[in-house]
């Protein structure tokens, strides 16, 4: 894949949440470090997992992590969430990544997905069962 792989943004759903990258964030080789790009999935991630689960939920494994191509400072990234399965007490959700690498663009890369599971926590920190309704 390369910066003319250009895709447009998922049309059918509004991003969980965007952020720029700092100088801070980088490697020594200038590209964001892909723990800082771990973290920010897993908390795209937990959002819609404490939606569906009406209160706080703990990251219980990362199923899947792939990175396709390099995030840099300046690119604006968005995190798209969305939920694939929901157990008695957990739920796992997708995360997609885009960067917009340049202003001036309505496209951009695809740079990251992820799927990982969160279960729904009480006050005492142990697995609850997750709502009927599941979330809005």
Request: aromatic residues 6%; negative net charge; proline residues 7%.
């Given at each position: ?42 908390l ?11 209160g ?23 995190y ?29 890369v ?22 009927q309704?599941?979330?809005?």
């Amino acid at each position: 894949m390369t910066d003319l792989d250009i895709n447009p943004l998922p049309e059918d759903r509004q991003p969980i949440m965007r952020i720029m990258p700092m100088p801070a964030d980088t490697n020594a080789d200038g590209a964001i470090y892909g723990g800082w790009m771990m973290m920010q999935c897993d908390l795209a991630g937990s959002i819609e997992a404490q939606r569906c689960a009406q209160g706080p939920v703990n990251t219980v494994a990362v199923n899947a992590f792939q990175f396709h191509q390099p995030v840099h400072v300046g690119d604006l990234v968005s995190y798209y969430a969305e939920r694939l399965r929901v157990g008695k007490t957990s739920v796992t959700i997708k995360v997609e990544v885009y960067a917009q690498r340049h202003p001036d663009l309505l496209a951009c890369v695809k740079v990251t997905e992820a799927m990982m599971t969160y279960v729904a926590v009480g006050k005492d920190g142990k697995a609850r069962e997750m709502p009927q309704n599941c979330g809005c």
